[in-house]
């Protein structure tokens, strides 16, 4: 799976859109992007994910550039319950064969939502 | 519905004693996963199951791990003459062939 880069760190004032950042230059053609969220003390939690569309739901915004090197996770008004690390993951979205499709995290962005 | 669910939630154990960590998937999720979480560091893959049989268990860090899925459904870790190393919090994800993962709380295991 590709390998992605994220800042290890940024905050964000409540109310406010966080713009989660991620670079993944040498994404295949097949592979996603997909970002978690791991908030204190619990297991990570999926958020998005997307091949080349911009893609939303009702927790975030997923833009993916055009060349898909890079792609943005929007939190449109951040809460402090926001408050998280966040993974930025490409992978294939089909196990091969019979082969597991395991996520692979990185260090991830610890993301803080001030009042 | 019923998320996944872990036991215990936190385990102290001496150095060299034997440890298990119960993992119960979504009802109807073929395929489990554990990872092992460092302190401050993202989840590292151990081991993968598609139903009962252990399809990648490349992650394992060596014999002293092992996972057993007898009947598809819960599953169990278990670690063999534990070392201090072995600290960390060890998460557990179930999906459907080709879903998302959805994952456990996690059980902290502390070897003293």
């Known amino acids: 799976d590709a390998k992605t880069t994220q800042p290890p760190s940024m905050d964000c004032a409540e109310g406010r859109a966080a713009n989660l950042p991620c670079n993944h230059s040498t994404i295949s053609g097949n592979e996603y992007v997909y970002w978690y969220r791991q908030i204190h003390s619990q297991g990570p939690q999926y958020i998005i994910h997307g091949l080349k569309n911009n893609e939303t739901n009702e927790m975030a915004s997923l833009i993916i550039t055009e060349d898909r090197k890079s792609s943005t996770l929007i939190l449109p008004h951040a809460t402090l319950r926001d408050t998280a690390v966040y993974y930025c993951?490409?992978?294939?979205?089909?196990?091969?064969?019979?082969?597991?499709?395991?996520?692979?995290f990185g260090g991830g962005t610890r993301l803080m939502v001030k009042p | 519905g019923a998320g996944v669910s872990q036991t215990p939630s936190n385990k102290v154990t001496e150095k060299g004693k034997y440890v298990e960590l119960r993992c119960d998937p979504i009802?109807?999720?073929?395929?489990l996963y554990w990872y092992r979480q460092s302190l401050g560091q993202g989840p590292e893959f151990l081991i993968y199951f598609q139903g009962t049989g252990a399809a990648d268990d490349s992650g394992l860090p060596n014999d002293r791990f092992f996972a057993v899925r007898p009947e598809g459904s819960v599953s169990t870790l278990k670690i063999q003459r534990t070392e201090r190393g072995d600290s960390a919090v060890y998460l557990c994800?179930?999906?459907?062939?080709?879903?998302?993962?959805?994952f456990g709380p996690g059980t902290r295991l502390t070897v003293l």
């Open positions: 994800a179930s999906s459907s062939y080709s879903g998302e993962q959805f």
């Open positions: 993951i490409v992978r294939v979205a089909l196990p091969i064969n019979n082969a597991g499709n395991m996520l692979t």
């Open positions: 009802s109807g999720h073929t395929a």
